[in-house]
């Protein structure tokens, strides 16, 4: 079977794929019935032909499954790491005479497959190397994936999934909650692989591509690597791109990866070397902790000099003034950077920043701009005294032995704002249509003051729809949305109200007390909230204050007067009873690790500050990294699941 026949069979999924989209979601037709039936025929008659079939041909429906926990498997072969480099001459010397594969090292989640007859039978992730994650309803739903190959022997293979980082800016673009985007392509790909519902995985566009061939039964691979991959391309797979190479003209190869990562959609953070004698690689055998056949070569961070022209203050919704260097433009990674967060006043510190200072910048994981130190160290930066936006008072408050600048104005217009993007944010009330920048324009305008002037935006339709950026269209869904809005729990409205350490998770645990009676939840006493399972006292007294303001409570009033609140029906049963849990890392979901630990206490669960033999789940949004937690629980074969996994188990 010749390679142009799979790329035939993509070309025309494509097609197809681009048709049935404009036809059904974009109400516009780029080919006729006619010529789409014809282009259909054509597929499934090179599908028959080939045994080939796409995870996303249209001739297949992957019906969408859910789980309530993803089950572990030790792999056949354990998954070592490899030894690594960024000395080019060291990678020289590994490879020496000895023909070799160069392709990328994606940086993605590393994924197991195998085939049985000629179907797709089983993936599972990496995991710690020795045990993984079995997730095969989702890599059923990967965008590429082939589902059925023409091989009908016993395959395994591995490789990478990835997510783009094209589609990664979309799915954060949907995200109108700043705090609340993701980091970076492969923390989100990571918590897309292992869902534990496959439609999430499915509108997370992930991709596969193989990187190695474990086994093929009875199939003569001519003692290649290379022969290996190209076999696995006409079995439909994408593998990565790679480039022969020996020492001698490794420098060519070299140059053309370091130029092409500039332009490449997918992450990458460095290159694989691969002895393409399969015999001799595995003569050679391992270490404790590498094999021998391999080599990775990891790209220097890439560091620019350059002066420091200024420090922005950036209020957030909670008042929290954020710190941004902006400096003299620099090319890193191949795009021009100008500006990196400093995150806090206590990094402002540590750096002694000030302005004129020669700093050094880089992309921490090639993508976010970080400053990596302070070359002359001034310590001249003025702390502000008064917010950027409203010119009140900017206090430095110290949580948690770090320091950091808040404005004290509850009535500041960035906090308006910020207030607003958390009201019509996915997990509050989750109104599409309402990004920063038009809420910011409403404002403005004089459209709304509160929450409740939201639902009656429409009495502005005809000066909207004369708004750059609107029109007929656009209002008219904006008006679907918000009428879709109306249908709502109490908890959801808690939250979107943006009191003080008040998340989601805490406000389902506090509507669940009352019954979901709002009135009983403004009457109530701090000492009566405080002693909810998992609140607390400083919850209790952002609560109380919150309803204690009379302006407050006429705001909630006018807002629920628009409002259909349903009580959501909830499980008595305590899901966590006897679970050990351990929080590490940045949270994107939860406002603080506190949040988290309450919804987890609320289900009968327990946090705990170390990794042993008693937890049952570690809880990292980078499942992927070497942190010590990380490691003691991929030793201990503990789970490490995402926020998003672990929410979706609250929610069974």
Same mark, same amino acid.
């Given at each position: 079977?010749?390679?142009?026949?799979?790329?035939?069979?993509?070309?025309?999924?494509?097609?197809?794929?681009?048709?049935?989209?404009?036809?059904?979601?974009?109400?516009?037709?780029?080919?006729?019935?006619?010529?789409?039936?014809?282009?259909?025929?054509?597929?499934?008659?090179?599908?028959?032909?080939?045994?080939?079939?796409?995870?996303?041909?249209?001739?297949?429906?992957?019906?969408?499954?859910?789980?309530?926990?993803?089950?572990?498997?030790?792999?056949?072969?354990?998954?070592?790491? =490899?030894?690594?480099?960024?000395?080019?001459?060291?990678?020289?010397?590994?490879?020496?005479?000895?023909?070799?594969?160069? /392709?990328?090292?994606?940086?993605?989640?590393?994924?197991?497959?195998?085939?049985?007859?000629?179907?797709?039978?089983?993936? !599972?992730?990496?995991?710690?190397?020795?045990?993984?994650?079995?997730?095969?309803?989702?890599?059923?739903?990967?965008?590429?994936?082939? =589902?059925?190959?023409?091989?009908?022997?016993?395959?395994?293979?591995?490789?990478?999934?990835?997510?783009?980082?094209?589609?990664?800016?979309?799915?954060?673009?949907?995200?109108?909650?700043?705090?609340?985007?993701?980091?970076?392509?492969?923390?989100?790909?990571?918590?897309?692989?292992?869902?534990?519902?496959?439609?999430?995985?499915?509108?997370?566009?992930?991709?596969?591509?193989?990187?190695?061939?474990?086994?093929?039964?009875?199939?003569?691979?001519?003692?290649?690597?290379?022969?290996?991959?190209?076999?696995?391309?006409?079995?439909?797979?994408?593998?990565?791109?790679?480039?022969?190479?020996?020492?001698?003209?490794?420098?060519?190869?070299?140059?053309?990866?370091?130029?092409?990562?500039?332009?490449?959609?997918?992450?990458?953070? &460095?290159?694989?070397?691969?002895?393409?004698?399969?015999?001799?690689?595995?003569?050679?055998?391992?270490?404790?902790?590498?094999?021998?056949?391999?080599?990775?070569?990891?790209?220097?961070?890439?560091?620019?000099?350059?002066?420091?022209?200024?420090?922005?203050?950036?209020?957030?919704?909670?008042?929290?003034?954020?710190?941004?260097?902006?400096?003299?433009?620099?090319?890193?990674?191949?795009?021009?950077?100008?500006?990196?967060?400093?995150?806090? !006043?206590?990094?402002?510190?540590?750096?002694?920043? &000030?302005?004129?200072?020669?700093?050094?910048?880089?992309?921490?994981?090639?993508?976010?701009?970080?400053?990596?130190?302070?070359?002359?160290?001034?310590?001249?930066?003025?702390?502000?005294?008064?917010?950027?936006?409203?010119?009140?008072?900017?206090?430095? %408050?110290?949580?948690?032995?770090?320091?950091?600048?808040?404005?004290?104005?509850?009535?500041?217009?960035?906090?308006?704002?910020?207030?607003?993007?958390?009201?019509?944010?996915?997990?509050?009330?989750?109104?599409? &249509?309402?990004?920063?920048?038009?809420?910011?324009?409403? %404002?403005?305008?004089?459209?709304?003051?509160?929450?409740?002037?939201?639902?009656?935006?429409?009495?502005?339709?005809?000066?909207? !729809?004369?708004?750059?950026?609107?029109?007929?269209?656009?209002?008219?869904?904006?008006?679907? /949305?918000?009428?879709?809005?109306?249908?709502?729990?109490?908890?959801?409205?808690?939250? /979107?109200?943006?009191?003080?350490?008040?998340?989601?998770?805490?406000?389902?645990?506090?509507?669940?007390?009352?019954?979901?009676?709002?009135?009983?939840?403004?009457?109530?006493?701090?000492?009566?909230?405080?002693?909810?399972?998992?609140?607390?006292?400083?919850?209790?007294?952002?609560?109380?204050?919150?309803?204690?303001?009379?302006?407050?409570?006429?705001?909630?009033?006018?807002?629920?007067?628009?409002?259909?609140?349903?009580?959501?029906?909830?499980?008595?049963?305590?899901?966590?009873?006897?679970?050990?849990?351990?929080?590490? &890392?940045?949270?994107?979901?939860?406002?603080?690790?506190?949040?988290?630990?309450?919804?987890?206490?609320?289900?009968?669960?327990?946090?705990?500050?170390?990794?042993?033999?008693?937890?049952?789940?570690?809880?990292?949004?980078? !499942?992927?990294?070497?942190?010590?937690?990380?490691?003691?629980?991929?030793?201990?074969?503990?789970?490490?699941?995402?926020?998003?996994?672990?929410?979706?188990?609250?929610?069974?």
């Amino acid at each position: 079977m010749e390679t142009a026949a799979v790329n035939q069979i993509k070309e025309l999924v494509k097609k197809l794929n681009e048709a049935a989209k404009a036809y059904y979601q974009e109400d516009r037709e780029i080919m006729s019935n006619r010529e789409y039936d014809a282009l259909y025929d054509q597929l499934e008659k090179m599908e028959a032909e080939t045994g080939i079939v796409l995870a996303d041909s249209p001739t297949v429906n992957v019906g969408y499954e859910a789980v309530d926990a993803l089950p572990k498997e030790t792999h056949e072969s354990p998954m070592l790491s =490899l030894d690594k480099t960024k000395d080019r001459e060291v990678l020289r010397s590994f490879i020496g005479t000895h023909p070799t594969l160069l /392709s990328w090292k994606m940086d993605g989640l590393t994924i197991v497959l195998t085939y049985e007859n000629g179907e797709l039978q089983k993936a !599972v992730t990496r995991g710690n190397g020795i045990v993984g994650e079995v997730i095969t309803n989702n890599a059923k739903v990967f965008k590429n994936i082939p =589902l059925k190959i023409a091989y009908q022997g016993r395959l395994v293979l591995r490789g990478e999934a990835i997510i783009t980082y094209s589609d990664f800016e979309k799915i954060n673009a949907t995200i109108e909650d700043v705090d609340a985007r993701y980091k970076n392509p492969r923390n989100l790909c990571s918590g897309s692989v292992r869902q534990l519902n496959n439609q999430i995985t499915a509108e997370r566009n992930v991709r596969f591509y193989a990187f190695a061939l474990v086994s093929a039964q009875d199939e003569d691979m001519h003692n290649s690597r290379v022969y290996q991959m190209e076999w696995l391309k006409k079995q439909g797979f994408e593998i990565v791109e790679y480039r022969m190479v020996t020492a001698a003209d490794l420098d060519d190869a070299m140059e053309y990866f370091a130029h092409a990562i500039e332009q490449n959609d997918f992450p990458s953070d &460095g290159l694989v070397a691969l002895y393409d004698d399969i015999a001799y690689g595995d003569s050679l055998g391992s270490t404790a902790k590498f094999p021998r056949n391999a080599f990775a070569f990891k790209w220097a961070d890439e560091i620019r000099e350059t002066i420091l022209r200024e420090i922005e203050w950036s209020p957030s919704r909670t008042g929290l003034i954020n710190p941004i260097a902006v400096f003299d433009p620099v090319e890193l990674e191949g795009t021009t950077v100008s500006r990196a967060s400093v995150h806090n !006043v206590s990094i402002v510190r540590e750096l002694e920043l &000030g302005i004129g200072d020669t700093i050094q910048v880089y992309k921490a994981n090639m993508i976010i701009p970080q400053i990596a130190e302070n070359l002359t160290r001034s310590g001249r930066l003025e702390i502000p005294h008064s917010c950027p936006v409203c010119g009140q008072e900017a206090r430095v %408050i110290r949580e948690n032995d770090v320091e950091a600048l808040y404005c004290m104005n509850p009535d500041c217009v960035a906090k308006k704002i910020k207030a607003f993007t958390l009201f019509v944010s996915r997990d509050a009330m989750n109104i599409d &249509g309402l990004s920063e920048a038009t809420l910011e324009k409403f %404002i403005a305008k004089g459209f709304i003051h509160d929450f409740g002037d939201i639902f009656e935006i429409g009495r502005h339709r005809d000066e909207i !729809v004369t708004m750059e950026g609107f029109g007929e269209k656009s209002f008219d869904n904006l008006m679907k /949305s918000i009428e879709k809005a109306k249908e709502t729990t109490l908890a959801k409205v808690i939250y /979107s109200l943006g009191i003080a350490n008040i998340g989601l998770s805490n406000a389902k645990v506090i509507c669940r007390y009352f019954d979901d009676d709002l009135e009983r939840i403004r009457t109530a006493d701090e000492e009566e909230i405080s002693a909810i399972d998992g609140i607390g006292p400083v919850i209790a007294r952002s609560l109380t204050g919150y309803f204690e303001n009379p302006e407050n409570n006429r705001k909630v009033d006018h807002l629920l007067s628009y409002l259909h609140i349903y009580k959501e029906e909830i499980s008595e049963e305590q899901i966590f009873a006897g679970m050990n849990f351990v929080i590490t &890392g940045s949270l994107e979901h939860f406002g603080n690790r506190g949040e988290a630990k309450n919804l987890i206490e609320s289900l009968g669960g327990k946090v705990t500050g170390s990794v042993t033999g008693k937890t049952n789940y570690l809880i990292n949004n980078d !499942v992927t990294s070497n942190s010590s937690k990380n490691k003691k629980a991929r030793e201990l074969g503990i789970p490490i699941l995402s926020e998003e996994d672990f929410l979706k188990m609250t929610e069974k």
